[in-house]
């Protein structure tokens, strides 16, 4: 123990000898200056002569300088010493070769800055655990039905609460369904996203309120329902009145006494695990075990203590077999737990994976670039390594003096890289999909600063090792003789420049052919048939709630005089009314068709369930195939009509005219609250789920006899031109029918199908920029090594001009030099490029297809025309310095040394 | 320098602390006079040496030094034990004696006859 802390002491009291040292070295002269008097004046008492009195005392100490020095190691740390000495002459150095040191600082700082930039959303989108107690815990349950490829579909009421009963594995389990909500009263009216929630929903993520309580068991009830406020909500819209607390609300037209407020900063880490934008909660959900087909809510569970995830899932599935057993109408349906961590972070992953793979690669080709850079500048400075070595210096002493100048062009590279990656990763939230979870929290933290210093050091020593060594391989009397030519070391360092401008081309190609799958991935995106026309197509949401709409034909009342008189203004071609806009969600319903009006359970069609207005189909774009669109005469008191999609139609009327085929929106053939409804027309397919999707099934019906599922109202305008001119024209028309609509939800068709495929674009941009950042680092570096070999080969070239050699003989002497390298890199590339393939076509579907989009994994073409393109870059590299060493004057030539 | 060094540093140091215990606060000649007489001709002491050893004790806090005036008038750095040094001197020196017992016992063995 006491040792051990001795030998602390010592090391402390050694740093603190690394300062202070001119007052050190004199209190030490003193003292020796005091014992050699002690020894001098001793020695004269004996006899001596004063000048051999102070030569023996000298010889006895052993030298003042060496004593000196002996007490100087022993003061402060000599390691510590030399490595601050090394870094001192290394900046200095560098300081003095401005050009280089420029090139390679700025090509470290964009290559560890991108590696940065995407470590840190990589960090907080990834690694960084969820904001609740153990969150580790965290569950969400979802049901699914395999056999009709149905995933992570929401849960029924009546399996939720069996599932809530009979499990013994979950501490709780809450519901919940995302709902908007109109606040009226105090202030202006106003749309906001929120949940009507099971009360122990808070329980379960083990949320503690900021003000107030969370929900009580007895709210569950339906007619004690209490509303809970985010922190935001809350300020903006109440001024952060403490009083609101106990007092009520107005939420969709009725009083609600709000219970509590959520901490600051909730709602964001709330929206990243699942539920986008929500800022009220309202209980009063009041489950009851009634539909075991209708599926409406999330769930989320928190493990109970000591059980695991796979155990959970083992009995979670035991019980919904018993369910599917018990009740013939579930006959498919299963359940699926998700960790809500995995659940959060699975859409992004395999593309930011993607990208770290990608930016990793960029890092790799910049190291290699400044190494080469790095071994043409440690030949020219073969005299002064030859000289240091021939003072004394030794081979590890050369070395460290290398790669402490490498690394420090690695540290500054990433001081200026951590710059680059604070604006880079700002940039990256920018182009991320809104909805992505915890981007806006990714910035510059600890962990980001240690990655950074990690690679830093990390590439300081991979680009600095292998020049350091060349370079301290000297033949000392042959470097010092010679004068800077250089045959040898020249030969030499074009083979490990070589190696290195090939390694560079491998890793350009791999790179270039990712990026060129994901362009084409994005190009198939973007031709992608939706069945509709996006264009100048804008479309606002409309809420009504309120005591006056609630008969729905109310609603419908209110709809269709506005529809009219939308249409009245100038510059609007038509306008419709809908319950959903395609590709922002989708909603299965059951139908039966009057051909087969009794399917075996569990085997129930389904179609997307769309309530539109008369003008739905010219507004969109979708093409009618046969029949009629909607019109006047479908009144509530008229024949019932739906129109269905081709795809529908194909499926359940193979080869018959399904116009006047009759079919009835329920699972049940005999449900007397729902009328049969008879085909009368059939639009084309479209995209409801996203480009990605397949067509699914759809079924229109129109607003005027279905006006009650008419939730949420969506107007879509299409306009004449640019639609933007005419939204506030609309928003007039819909105040002056009723000033209290709180109009939402603005937006054109072109940005919600742009929207759908933001991810895949960022991803596109990052790895298109990523690769012509490659292919730029790859074409400096196949320049520099051949500007180099062609400098040193200066007085052969001249030799050979002399003896004949025409210009173009000489350029494609050095063309043909570079464009070998670039072959050979090429090659190695495309076996680095079927590893990408093979990569990808391993990857599970849901991870592949937003990657590859109707592309191949392998693709020949793609591989032969990114290669055409590196070896174009290549042969211009070259034929720049093959110019220069063409056009030079032989004599000079012949003379250059 | 490498492992005989070690040594010899230990040892040295173990000389200076004892003879700091018996002679108290003394400069560096004084000390690398006395180690040369207690140990007669037997060990030829480059004085310089001692310095190196005086400031890692010093370091560690087995030593402490100040300045002083020499009998002869001269200024001088006078180290000093410590406590913690004393300490360090007492458990040295069991573990050099015993040591020394052991090694002697080994070597006093005398070779089996043939």
Redesign the interface.
Known sequence: MSAIWKTFRAWFQRLGGLFQKARRDAEFAAELEGHLQLHVEDNLRSGMTPEAARREALIKLGGLAQTKELFRDRRGIPFLEFFWHDLRFAARLLAKDRAFTVTAVLTMALGIGANTAIFSVVNTVLLKPLPYPEPDRLVMAWEQNPHRGWYENIVSTANFLDWQKQNDVFSGMAAFESNNFTLTGENRPEEVAGERVTTNLFSVLGIQPFRGRLFLTEEEKEGNARAILSYGLWQERYGGDPALVGNSITVNGRRVTVVGILPPGFTDDYSASFAPRSRLWISGLDLRPQDREFHVYHVLARLRAGVNFAHAQFEMQAISRRIEQQYPESKGWGVLLVPLHEQTVKETRPALLFLLCAVGLVLCIGCANVANLLLVRAMKRQREIAIRSALGASHGQLVRQLLIESMLVSLLGAALGLFLAAWGSQILARLSPPGTPGIQGSGINTMVLLFAAVIALATGILFGLAPAFEASKIHLAVAIKKSGRSSGQGVKQSRLGGALVVCEFALALTLLFGAGLMIQTLVHLNHVDLGFNPENVVTLKVPLQGSQYEDPQKQAQFFKPLLARIEALPGVEAASVTRGIPMRGWAGWGFVTADNPYPPPGEVPDANYVVVGPDYFKTMGIPMHAGRPFSEVDTPAGEQVAIVSESLAQKYWPSQNPIGKRLKISSDANDKNLPWVTVVGVAGNVRSQGQFAPFVPEIYVPYSQFPWILYPRQIVVRAESSPGAIVEAIRQEVLSLDKDVPISEVSNMQDTVAGTIRQERTVMYLLGAFAGLALVLAGIGIYGVISYAVSQRTHEIGIRMALGASQPIVTRMVVKQGSVLAAIGVALGLFGSLGISRLLASLPGEARIPLLFDVAPFNPLMLASVSAILVLVALGACYLPARRASRADPLTALRYE | MGDKADVWQGTLALMILKTLETLGPL????IA?RIEQTSGDLLSL????L??AL??L?????IESEWGV?D?N????YYKLTR?GR??LEREARDWRQAQAILAKFLSVTEPST
């Open positions: 400069h560096g000649y004084g006079r480059n004085y310089g040496t310095y190196p400031l890692k010093e370091q560690e806090g087995s020499s002869n001269r200024k001088a750095k913690s300490k360090q």
